[in-house]
């Protein structure tokens, strides 16, 4: 191989990694868009989870207080049901 075939070969190469660091880069941006909307979801559905079983507490339909609203908490697994249910059933209506 002469020189010149090596010099066109390593651009090749570079160019090669550079379309592939590139396309990392948009994929990733992609993926933390997505996870962004998918925390701000959550956190609307949660609001008015709550919203809603507060709302049940004071028209005295439940007994149990619902937990302080300023209060991060984790979501259990039975609200993490409800949540994505809820979800579901938004996306069907529109």
């Known amino acids: 191989m002469s020189g010149f075939d090596l010099l066109f070969a390593l651009v090749v190469f570079v160019a090669a990694l550079g379309f592939v660091a590139w396309r990392e880069r948009e994929r990733e941006q992609v993926f933390r868009v997505e996870r962004e909307a998918w925390t701000r979801e959550r956190a609307d559905l949660l ?7 507060w709302s049940l507490y004071t028209q005295g339909l439940i007994a149990q207080r619902p937990p302080n609203t ?25």
């Open 47 to 53: 609001s008015r989870l709550m919203a809603q079983d």
């Open 70 to 94: 300023t209060t991060a908490q984790a979501l259990t697994d039975e609200e993490e049901a409800i949540l994505e249910q809820r979800r579901l059933e938004a996306m069907r209506r529109g």
